[in-house]
C-alpha cells in the first residue's frame, strides 16, 4: 500500500519561494514516476512536473519551466518541489502523484497515469 503525504505548504508573498514535499510514508519501493499537480480555487486541475524515477528524467508545464525544479532523494523516499518566484496564479492545492509505471513523457503530464495521491497542500501566494 502506498501513502504519499505532502507537506511544504504555506502562505509566501509575491516573489517568494516554498519547496514542497512528498513522502511515501510506507516506502513502498514500487514507485516509478512521480509527479506534482495543482488545483488553483475554482479550476481544473493541471499539471505541474514530473519526474521519472531510473533516470530521473523530469517535464515541466509551461507555467513552471524556469521557475520550478522537481527534484528527488532515493534514500528518504521523498520527492521535492522548489518553487521560485513565485506569484499570485500559483495559489492552489498542490497533489503529490505517483504510479508503478516508468511513463514516457506524454503519458506524465496526464492525472490517468497516476495511481496513487496524497492529500494536498495549500499554496497562498499573496501580499
Known amino acids: 500500500q502506498v501513502q504519499l503525504v505532502e507537506s511544504g505548504g504555506g502562505l509566501v508573498q509575491p516573489g517568494g519561494s516554498l519547496r514542497l514535499s512528498c513522502t511515501d510514508s510506507?516506502?513502498?519501493?514500487?514507485?516509478?514516476?512521480m509527479a506534482w499537480f495543482r488545483r488553483p480555487p475554482g479550476k481544473e486541475r493541471e499539471f505541474v512536473a514530473a519526474?521519472?524515477?531510473?533516470?530521473?528524467?523530469?517535464n515541466y508545464a509551461g507555467h513552471a519551466k524556469g521557475r520550478f525544479t522537481i527534484s528527488r532523494d532515493n534514500a528518504k523516499n521523498t520527492m521535492y518541489l522548489q518553487m521560485n518566484n513565485l506569484k499570485p496564479d500559483d495559489t492552489a492545492m498542490y497533489y503529490c502523484?505517483?504510479?508503478?509505471?516508468?511513463?514516457?513523457?506524454?503519458?506524465?503530464?496526464?492525472?490517468?497515469?497516476?495511481?496513487?495521491w496524497g492529500q494536498g497542500t495549500q499554496v497562498t501566494v499573496s501580499s
Open positions: 502523484a505517483a504510479a508503478a509505471e516508468s511513463w514516457i513523457t506524454s503519458a506524465r503530464s496526464q492525472a490517468s497515469s497516476y495511481s496513487y
Open positions: 510506507l516506502r513502498a519501493s514500487s514507485l516509478n514516476t
Open positions: 519526474i521519472r524515477w531510473r533516470d530521473r528524467n523530469t
